[in-house]
């Protein structure tokens, strides 16, 4: 019985030996990101070439893909039980909640931040602190057309109408546009419109008038001009434009890829068009992809980790970047290059980024995301007015708020 | 992928080597608890190896108190008896301590405490959190995850959620069950398309049906047009009744099985001595068919409740992608929102033990008032 167990539990033993290793020195890197399929081939390209490197021997980087929120979950949990990545591709939104936990580091005096477009670097400062490296500049919305139904983009939304009209009658289409009504994020470029923007400093500004008109607005557009339907999520917009049953949609930059794929030369990028009421250009929300560093990393294997971020966004492989994923690059060197003036696609998507507002990552947003979530969802189906729903979003924003620091 | 499998295979073997640890543990316990030597060697054993492997002395000195309560307990308790039914439980208990009692102890720990976001950093700093007694069962009580939404009003939701889902799965499943039962062609086949919905992952099963519910391309709708009706914005005008059609569809496979096993196990000769009696069909389902199937319902209907309950994909999958109304949302979905929306982690930890100790209660009063347990034949 005793040699029995012993013959079992010997070589079980061994499993457990493991060489005595300074984490610090660790080769192994360990990627987070949340990117699409399309993407993945690109990562994993330049992460191999950044193994080849002279100086990276025995270098592995291990990448992991998650959805958004689970990508969100999994780090927390993962920080939480002290075993993070090393590094996560990410947008900026979620660095809020990070940085105020202590899970990812401030990336000041680790790279030189100058050499990135200035309002990129800015959607990812809280408290006076950048907390991380951008990758691609944008993750904005824009408008997309089609040239077959609709053959040039609209300047204002008075001529956007007339289009759409024009649209309508020659190709007998049941709607002109497809726009994900419920998700604030998509009411936000009409909100900048009218002159106002959810979060001022770190306080919800929902009751306000620019809030209210923007409401009024989308109401105008399912009800009265019938330009839109109404019950329709980000799947529902998407198809109804892949399948050339609207003309016009708003989506943003991480579609141009798929889009363009789908109709070559047929697809149209533009400015949503300003606002003919108010003359003022739509304010989507911008910001990018980002590396953010877990605040565990030190030593050697910091070091390591600033190598690859430096390698992985250097000039050449920015502009590698725009032309295989058409994604707007963050180092201003590479904004400048020819692949990105001369396409006429990233050219517009430039212009839209720079009509845009950064978009806040300061934690009160989550909040004041999901007070504005159901009662935009209410005035959609016309369960509450406007006015109703933005005063009650205030209220509901201000209450999340004071549980989350209570 | 070849590292995939290596780490899978180091994982079993960690695996196997706990358990050859955890049984050699115990064989020494059962072989030489009546040594002379026993107490003091696996005490200062415990404590040396605790001490340093942990590197740390305090913690060598809890291993020695633990070990020497375990050893006294195998002296002058267990004394060598019983050590094949221990060592065979032995490595299922452990797995149910470390995956069930700790987590549950963690989450009571939690509840009395204050996690939450702008706590995480001191607590992974410092290890501690501050104590704040019933503060977080006062909150549920008091506020709720949602907006618009009360608490209460979220308890008789998911009351009534539960009773018509429970209540339509039973009564689907027995229907059908009672047709399958019957002899009739082809019944293989229309069991196999039955349980598909039940089959398929639920998450497929779900976003599929979702798809069917859309008011302009969905199925329901283009079949309400053909027969004149008008179509119906079922994601967004009537969300909790999307997700109970829905969940209503996927649950009753699970009851018309369950039924039907139970129908199959009632001996005929109860229904033909009724049918010389001179019983109806109704009859004999009222005084044989139903008190029979209680044993085999009665936890059924109890595991479908607990279930149903607790059902957060169906609500989740349904509304949260369809511009986040809060009209459909249950106890769960909103302690989902709570906890990984905001971050209330403590709070989250007591709302979730008022919603088992609700859940426990309920089942309790259900067993008892059903006599579900009790054996029909005796």
């Not at chain 1, 497809?178 to 998509?186: K, S, T, V």
Request: positive net charge; glycine residues 6%; hydrophobic residues 50%.
């Amino acid at each position: 019985m005793r040699r029995a167990l012993l013959l079992f539990l010997l070589p079980s033993l061994c499993s457990c030996a493991r060489p005595k290793e300074d984490a610090s020195l660790s080769k192994r890197i360990v990627v987070w990101e949340q990117e699409d399929a399309a993407v993945v081939p690109y990562l994993d390209a330049v992460f191999r070439a950044f193994e080849k490197l002279p100086g990276s021997e025995g270098v592995t980087i291990e990448r992991t893909h998650y959805h958004m929120e689970d990508l969100k979950q999994q780090f927390l949990t993962a920080s939480i039980a002290g075993n993070p990545p090393d590094l996560l591709m990410t947008p900026s939104d979620t660095a809020g909640v990070y940085s105020v936990a202590g899970f990812i580091r401030p990336v000041d005096g680790l790279f030189d931040l100058s050499r990135y477009n200035k309002p990129v670097v800015e959607a990812i400062q809280m408290n006076g602190k950048t907390w991380g490296v951008p990758i691609s500049n944008g993750n904005h919305l824009m408008l997309f057309y089609n040239k077959r139904l609709s053959p040039k983009a609209p300047q204002d939304t008075d001529e956007w109408f007339s289009m759409c009209a024009a649209a309508v009658k020659r190709h007998k289409l049941e709607h002109c546009m497809a726009l994900f009504l419920g998700e604030p994020f998509w009411l936000m470029p009409w909100v900048g419109a009218y002159g106002g923007w959810p979060l001022e400093g770190r306080t919800p500004a929902l009751d306000t008038q620019p809030m209210r008109d923007s409401m009024r607005w989308l109401l105008d557009l399912v009800y009265e001009k019938k330009l839109a339907p109404r019950e329709c999520d980000y799947n529902c917009v998407d198809a109804l434009f892949k399948e050339e049953k609207v003309a016009f949609i708003i989506n943003g930059d991480w579609a141009i890829s798929t889009y363009q794929d789908k109709f070559k030369s047929g697809l149209g990028v533009a400015k949503i068009p300003k606002l003919s009421s108010t003359g003022r250009w739509p304010t989507p929300m911008v910001s990018g992809k980002y590396f953010m560093l877990s605040s565990k990393l030190q030593g050697e294997k910091l070091r390591l980790i600033q190598r690859l971020v430096e390698f992985y966004t250097n000039e050449e492989n920015q502009v590698r970047q725009v032309k295989s994923l058409m994604r707007l690059p963050a180092l201003s060197s590479a904004a400048e290059s020819e692949a990105v003036k001369t396409d006429p696609i990233l050219r517009e998507s430039m212009a839209q980024v720079l009509v845009g507002k950064p978009m806040p990552m300061a934690t009160e947003m989550r909040a004041v995301w999901d007070a504005i979530r159901p009662l935009l969802a209410r005035v959609i189906i016309r369960t509450a007015t406007p006015e109703e729903a933005a005063a009650k979003m205030q209220r509901d924003a201000v209450e999340k708020i004071r549980e989350m620091d209570e | 992928m070849m590292t995939s499998m290596l780490q899978v295979l180091q994982f079993v073997a960690l695996i196997a080597a706990f358990v050859a640890l955890l049984e050699l543990y115990l064989h020494v316990h059962f072989a030489h608890h009546d040594e002379r030597w026993f107490l003091p060697a696996s005490v200062t054993v415990v404590a040396g190896l605790a001490a340093l492997l942990g590197r740390s002395l305090v913690l060598g000195v809890s291993a020695a108190i633990v070990e020497a309560a375990v050893a006294l307990f195998f002296i002058h308790v267990v004394r060598g008896r019983h050590s094949l039914p221990f060592m065979l439980l032995a490595p299922g208990l452990l797995g149910l301590g470390l995956l069930i009692v700790y987590p549950l102890c963690f989450e009571v720990y939690l509840a009395f405490t204050d996690l939450k976001l702008t706590t995480i950093l001191q607590w992974s700093r410092t290890g501690t959190l501050p104590f704040v007694g019933f503060k977080q069962f006062v909150k549920v009580f008091t506020s709720s995850p949602l907006s618009e939404v009360t608490f209460w009003r979220l308890v008789l939701r998911t009351v009534g959620w539960t009773v018509v889902n429970v209540g339509l799965h039973v009564a689907g499943g027995f229907v059908l069950a009672l047709l399958l039962n019957r002899d009739i062609r082809g019944r293989g086949i229309y069991r196999t398309f039955l349980v598909i919905p039940w089959a398929m992952p639920q998450v497929v099963a779900v976003l599929a049906l979702r798809g069917e519910f859309h008011s302009q391309f969905g199925f329901v709708n283009v079949m309400l047009a053909r027969l004149g009706l008008a179509p119906v914005e079922w994601l967004t005008l009537h969300p909790f009744l999307t997700c109970t059609l829905i969940n209503v569809w996927l649950g009753i496979p699970f009851m018309m099985v369950i039924i039907l096993g139970g129908l199959q196990s009632i001996s005929r000769h109860y229904y033909d001595a009724a049918a010389i009696d001179g019983a109806s069909a109704f009859q004999q389902l009222r005084h044989i068919t139903l008190p029979l199937l209680k044993p085999v319902l009665a936890p059924a209907v109890t595991l479908g409740c607990v279930w149903t309950f607790n059902n957060i994909n169906v609500i989740y999958l349904v509304t949260g992608q369809a511009g986040g109304t809060e009209d459909a949302d249950i106890l769960v979905s909103a302690l989902y929102k709570a906890a990984f929306t905001y971050y209330r982690y403590s709070y989250s930890a007591a709302f979730a033990i008022v919603i088992s100790l609700i859940l426990l209660g309920a089942s309790l009063l259900w067993m008892r008032f059903s006599k579900g347990t009790e054996s029909v034949y005796g």
